[in-house]
């Protein structure tokens, strides 16, 4: 019933920048939080960062100062901009959606496919 689409990962240098996006369609009356998650190689899925109402937000320890979520509630979509990069950040992003769908009585939870993101020089 609801799809979630991210774009924006890529390849780029230590200390340099990006945006990821992740936009989501569907039966949707309103989403209540949005996250980033990311998994490298052989570690677990860790989260990221969390936004309630496009107001609330949480940070994972080593982005704090880096990493900085937002939320545009009239095209449901959710950003993460990532500065300063480090190796470490090195991963596949994940975006994360809870939601309450159109007849505004069902809640679901719904992930998108994942963007990699590569920090190397």
């Known amino acids: 019933q609801v799809q979630l689409v991210e774009s924006g990962g890529g390849l780029v240098q230590p200390g340099g920048s990006l945006r990821l996006s992740c936009a989501a369609s569907g039966s949707i009356f309103r989403i209540a939080t949005m996250g980033w998650y990311r998994q490298a190689p052989g570690k677990q899925r860790e989260l990221v960062a969390t936004?309630?109402?496009?107001?609330?937000?949480n940070y994972a320890d080593s982005v704090k100062g880096r990493f900085t979520i937002s939320r545009d509630n009239a095209k449901n979509t959710a950003y993460l901009q990532m500065n300063d990069l480090k190796p470490e950040d090195t991963a596949v992003y994940y975006c994360?959606?809870?939601?309450?769908?159109?007849?505004?009585?069902?809640?679901?939870?719904?992930w998108g496919q994942g963007t990699q993101v590569t920090v190397s020089s």
């Open positions: 936004i309630i109402n496009a107001v609330s937000t």
């Open positions: 994360n959606a809870a939601l309450w769908h159109s007849d505004r009585l069902r809640r679901g939870e719904y």
